[in-house]
């Protein structure tokens, strides 16, 4: 397990639920990221922060809104999602701004029904 | 922007053979290369990677080489064992100063080695 903790590891939700996935760095990095992990696609990067700034944002649907308290906690708030928003939802870390070896945490597991 | 195309998609292969997954990137600025493990229920766990100021690069079992030229970067596993199954991600990234934060992976390799 890496230093990138992730609850809650699995979630189930109807499409009118709010529910939110949270995200801990015990690295001292100062970047965090969400990505989207569907089965035979890339990895889609959803958000950047860094320095609790958010720095990208890759043209995401306004259901999912991330939030970034400090520099070692990161949460995705969901709302009114789809079906085709199931999917693992990957947190990573990296170290700083020149620095982009990101280290992934074990995912959340979203089924939206 | 970055694609990375990623070859082949599902790779089998016997206990002791050897193991190659290929990449290929479109931005010639790309620089820094990783390569990401991820096994069933875990998060990608990075394994190795290469920076574009050189040409090979080695971790026991496991190897990089890059090809600028070429615009192609390749991982091979030696000695290969039952516990290297897994899914295999290649990625690219510009650390330019500016949006330097966006890694841009393929779409994976799901490696099955044999015992």
């Known amino acids: 397990e890496t230093g990138v903790t992730q609850t809650p590891r699995h979630l189930v939700m109807g499409m009118t639920n709010k529910k939110s996935l949270k995200c801990e760095q015990h690295l001292g990095h100062n970047a965090m990221y969400w990505y989207k992990q569907s089965a035979k696609k890339p990895l889609e990067l959803m958000f950047v922060y860094s320095l609790e700034e958010r720095v990208e944002n890759n043209s995401v649907p306004s259901r999912f809104s991330p939030e970034c308290p400090n520099s070692s906690h990161l949460f995705l708030h969901l709302h009114t999602l789809q079906p085709e928003d199931s999917a693992l939802y990957l947190c990573?870390?990296?170290?700083?701004?020149?620095?982009?070896?990101?280290?992934f945490g074990p995912g959340t597991r979203l089924t939206v029904l | 922007g970055e694609n990375v195309e990623q070859h082949p998609s599902t790779l089998s292969v016997q206990e002791g053979d050897s193991a190659v997954i290929k990449c290929t990137y479109s931005?010639?600025?790309?620089?820094?290369f990783p390569w990401y493990k991820q096994e069933l229920g875990k998060g990608p766990q990075l394994i190795i990677d290469?920076?574009?100021?050189?040409g090979e690069k080695k971790d026991q079992r496991i190897a990089v080489t890059l090809n600028k030229t070429a615009k192609h970067f390749s991982l091979h596993i030696t000695e290969t064992q039952p516990e290297d199954s897994a899914v295999y991600f290649c990625?690219?990234?510009?650390?330019?100063?500016?949006?330097?934060?966006?890694?841009?992976f393929g779409k994976g390799t799901l490696l099955t080695v044999n015992p």
């Open positions: 931005d010639s600025a790309s620089n820094y």
């Open positions: 990573a870390s990296s170290p700083a701004r020149l620095n982009n070896e990101q280290f």
């Open positions: 290469i920076r574009s100021n050189v």
């Open positions: 990625a690219a990234n510009r650390n330019s100063g500016g949006s330097n934060y966006k890694l841009t």
